[in-house]
Structures are given as structure tokens and as C-alpha cells.
């Protein structure tokens, strides 16, 4: 399993912006797929952006022109740039690792990200 700690979440004003960073334990140029989910309160936790071992990303239909998600592999490190941001956007989220697609998924701590309006 990959170890991962999620930095870069807080309060931010509807409109503003945050960049989350998830740092990984080793290299994750091998790294199958990495991603953000999220999950606000009573909620269920929901796919928020993936990108895969070749660089393709894709995103949930409510983040896609406001979200961007990358990596640099030199820090192993990934990351999601979050712009006009709204309330809805307020949840926990959570960066994953699918080291393969056997392997078991790896989960970081959770980063609260709150949007007030």
C-alpha cells in the first residue's frame, strides 16, 4: 500500500480558490491511478477527479471547468487546483492511490474544505 497525507484545505469565500496537495509515500509513476473523492456531511463520499498512470484525467460532471487535478512525479505529489469555488463544493476530501488494479486501495486522512457564501 502507498501512504498518503492530503494538505491544503480551509475556509475559503464562494468564488475563491484552493489548491489540495496529497504527498505519496514512494513513487507514483507506477502508480496505477490517483484521485480525489469527497464526501460532505449525511453524504455519501463521491468520485471528484481521477488521473490514471498515462496522464488522462477525468472529472465529476459538478467540478469539470472549475477543477484541475496533476501530478508531479519528481515530488510525488498530486494535486487538485480548485477555482470558483461554491458552498456546495464544502466536504472532506479524500486523495486515493490504486497502486494496480489488484492492489488494495489506499486512503490519505481527509482534508476539510469549507466554502462560505
Known amino acids: 500500500q502507498v501512504q498518503l497525507v492530503e494538505s491544503g484545505g480551509g475556509l475559503v469565500q464562494a468564488g475563491g480558490s484552493l489548491r489540495l496537495s496529497c504527498a505519496a509515500s514512494?513513487?507514483?509513476?507506477?502508480?496505477?491511478?490517483m484521485g480525489w473523492y469527497r464526501q460532505a456531511p449525511g453524504k455519501q463520499r463521491t468520485l471528484v477527479a481521477v488521473i490514471i498512470r498515462s496522464g488522462s484525467t477525468n472529472y465529476a460532471d459538478s467540478v469539470k471547468g472549475r477543477f484541475t487535478i496533476s501530478r508531479d512525479n519528481a515530488k510525488n505529489t498530486i494535486y487538485l487546483q480548485m477555482n470558483s469555488l461554491k458552498p456546495e463544493d464544502t466536504a472532506v476530501y479524500y486523495c486515493?492511490?490504486?497502486?494496480?488494479?489488484?492492489?488494495?486501495?489506499?486512503w490519505g486522512q481527509g482534508t476539510q474544505v469549507t466554502v462560505s457564501s
Open positions: 514512494r513513487s507514483i509513476g507506477s502508480i496505477n491511478a
Open positions: 486515493y492511490a490504486d497502486a494496480n488494479v489488484l492492489a488494495i486501495r489506499s
